[in-house]
């Protein structure tokens, strides 16, 4: 049974001291929008999400290479151990719909937030030998047609990026390393220099939505959507690095708007906009809510 009402949920979590995201495009400086808000990309968030659910014991296909449990090398060879594909099974003809449902009944992420698969046989990159030029090229082109394969998934679940309330400050250190990292440790090696940068303080927000029309195709249910509303408000527990110890993210609240029918009695749009957070005391967040048609909130404490 797939999801039977439409849901909309809110995260709202605060950073202290740490850098909640990198720009690896800006010298892994925390994210920042042109107005000074910090922000989280929907991708980082997705990576929390699947690292708590693999921590459940949940199949995930997206493992990242630091947190692999199955032993795959690589999302093909995993997706290639799932349809046990050899050569002349990459060659023939794949039944799609086979796939999609394999897929989504063997991976949490996949019925979840969708994926494309994409793959091509051995054959085809060979190009044509003995003919002439324009032989060739119609060869390959009918090659390609016929072994290669690209699936995409729509996935019910939406996540966007979370931007802070207000601009965020950004502090930047200098470190060095002073220990030898090769020789016989008899010679002081040269200090290497680089650079750490963290938030200083700021609460954040997230808005996701889940598509009971999407979760028929892909059999995500209302037992999956109570798994994920169990992880939010553990989203960054078991999550601590250099970049963010222990302690320097927390999520404040989940707020959880279940609708009453598959369609939802309002848009999401208006139940987003019906969240206010006041973030002027940092220790003490307060969150109001506007009037609308929808469904009312229900308000989760975090971890």
Not at 207 to 234: V, W, Y
Request: net charge neutral; charged share 30%.
């Amino acid at each position: 049974m797939s999801l039977t009402k439409k849901i909309d949920f809110a995260v709202i979590f605060k950073v202290e001291n740490a850098n909640p995201n990198g720009d690896p495009l800006a010298g892994n400086r925390p994210r920042i929008n042109y107005d000074s808000l910090g922000e989280v990309s929907d991708v980082c968030l997705k990576r929390k999400i699947r690292n708590r659910l693999l921590e459940r014991g949940i199949d995930i296909f997206v493992q990242s290479d630091d947190n692999k449990i199955d032993g795959c090398k690589n999302l093909n060879e995993r997706f290639d151990n799932l349809l046990k594909t050899d050569k002349e099974a990459r060659s023939s003809k794949i039944e799609t719909t086979e796939i999609v449902a394999k897929a989504c009944a063997k991976w949490f992420d996949v019925r979840a937030f969708g994926q494309l698969f994409a793959y091509k046989s051995e054959g085809s990159n060979s190009k044509s030998k003995g003919k002439n030029k324009e032989a060739s090229i119609e060869g390959q082109e009918e090659s390609t047609k016929a072994d290669s394969v690209s699936i995409g998934i729509r996935g019910p679940v939406s996540i966007q990026s979370a931007f802070s309330c207000q601009p965020v400050d950004i502090t930047s250190i200098q470190i060095t390393k002073s220990a030898s990292s090769t020789g016989d440790g008899n010679k002081k090696s040269s200090d290497t220099m680089g650079m750490k940068h963290r938030v200083d303080r700021g609460v954040y927000v997230t808005f996701g939505s889940m598509n009971p029309q999407l979760a028929a195709k892909t059999g995500f249910s209302d037992q999956d959507a109570q798994i994920i509303k169990e992880i939010l408000p553990k989203l960054f527990e078991s999550d601590a690095s250099s970049a963010r110890p222990e302690g320097s993210m927390e999520v404040e609240k989940v707020i959880w708007w279940q609708h009453n029918c598959p369609s939802g009695q309002t848009s999401s749009a208006k139940i987003h906009r019906s969240l206010d957070v006041d973030d002027s005391d940092f220790n003490n967040i307060k969150i109001r809510f506007k009037e609308h048609t929808g469904p009312k909130p229900e308000i989760i404490p975090g971890y």
